[in-house]
């Protein structure tokens, strides 16, 4: 062998997965299928790391929220993810989104520089019998995502994960348009896009009425991850659903008017040069053609110029908590870990950590020591034990990291300091974590 251990998938989890082994000092196989002749229905480039939904990491806070905590613990660690996205950020208010093509590239650069990574270009359709790492991510092949039922013994779950329209920015009518952020936190970072009462029930009705993408007959019973749920889906819950829900306008003041209107839509930075904005909230399955026309009744966006249209994509995820012991083992083949969204995790940074995890525990299962997990207190280690154990396995749904998945904080506490009260004791069990379990680089 000409490596030590070998990682299949070079997105977010295996690009980190990877450079925490190699900074450990073992040699490292990362097989990635794009730019060997395959990609994937929601892929666009070879570059490691692509980011294929929004540009956001999410919440940077952390003293208030559950993922500005767990970049924190990233940063700590030395997440190569963290680094690059801190590196080729854009303004989004007290979010962290970044310049996406930047973004891969930078990670892409770092990964074929390191000396102890050799990136290969190749489609794995088996699962490895010497150590390995599976981070294939919710877009599987086919004949691996076979053999891993094979192997696990349980049909592999799924839903669906839909991608938001990107829009020009000089197509957007600023003169209806507004900068701003909610509550005026963090800047004026969003372009807000004001909708009366007429105008947003009639938007509604446009979603209900217009031609969806049709699905393939083994996709149709596949359900919606809550967190990521098309806009047309939430509009056939009710006509109030969408304004109390990414078109709220509560916390915006109209120039215009000095008031929150009715219903706004929010379009965030989704490049450097800040020429390409990205629809909050407004993943889809619409037909592209009804998604021009619909999303031109939007005020302020009438002439709107598309860099990308929505799209839909089915992703699989193992039922973790049932097939993974709690250092990411398989348990019927503990030769192999699996890492990041195919576990059953959801977002960016949750993919990037559970990466990162499964990347220590291999380094030191390699060099004969055991890492402990992280405590069940801080980010990492509720997201961990949430995926391993913490949730049920007969209704295990994909998740982001949230306080929710922390043991509650004992006794009587104010509502308002609660969150900071989370984030204190995460950071204290971490700090001690972190300086009895994690060895320096190598």
Known sequence: MTHDIQIVGGGLAGSEAAWQLAEAGWRVRLSEMRGGGDTTPAHETDRLAEMVCSNSFR????????????????????????????AHRVPAGSALAVDRDGFAAEVTRAI?????????????????????????????????????????????????????????????????????????KGGKDYINCPLDRSQYEAFVAALNGGEKTEFKDWERDTPYFEGCMPIEVMAERGVDTLRYGPMKGVGLDDPRTGRWPYACVQLRQDNALGTLWNMV???????????????????????????????????????????????????????????????????????????????????AELDGRTVRAPPVETALGALLGHITGGAEAAT????????????????RTRKADRKKMYTDRARAAFADWLERAVPEPA
């Not at 919440?59 to 801190?86: C, F, I, K």
């Not at 982001?400 to 006794?411: A, C, D, K, T």
């Open 396 to 411: 295990f749904q994909p998740m982001n990291v949230n306080f929710g998945l922390m043991p509650p904080i004992p006794g």
């Open 112 to 184: 074929e520089a390191h000396p102890r990574i050799m990136v290969v270009r190749e489609r794995v359709d088996a699962l490895p019998e010497h150590p390995a790492i599976i981070a294939t991510g919710p877009l599987t092949g086919s004949r691996l995502a076979e053999a891993i039922a094979a192997e696990t013994g349980s049909d592999a779950l799924a839903f669906f994960d839909a991608i938001a329209p990107i829009v020009h920015r000089d197509s957007i009518d600023m003169s209806v348009c507004w900068m701003a952020a909610r509550w005026d």
């Open 59 to 86: 919440s940077d806070d952390p003293e208030n929220n559950a993922v500005g905590l767990l970049h924190q613990e990233l940063r700590r660690l030395g997440s190569l993810v963290m680094r690059a996205a801190d």
């Open 281 to 363: 909230g407004f993943q889809t399955k619409l037909k592209h053609a009804e998604q021009v026309r619909i999303f031109r009744t939007i005020p302020g966006l009438e002439k709107a110029e598309f860099a990308r249209l929505g799209g839909i994509h089915r992703n699989s995820f193992i039922r973790s908590p049932e097939l993974l012991d709690s250092q990411l083992r398989l348990k019927t083949k503990p030769n192999i870990r699996f890492a990041g969204q195919i576990t059953g995790c959801e977002g960016y940074v949750e993919s990037t950590a559970v990466g990162l995890l499964a990347g220590l525990f291999t380094a």
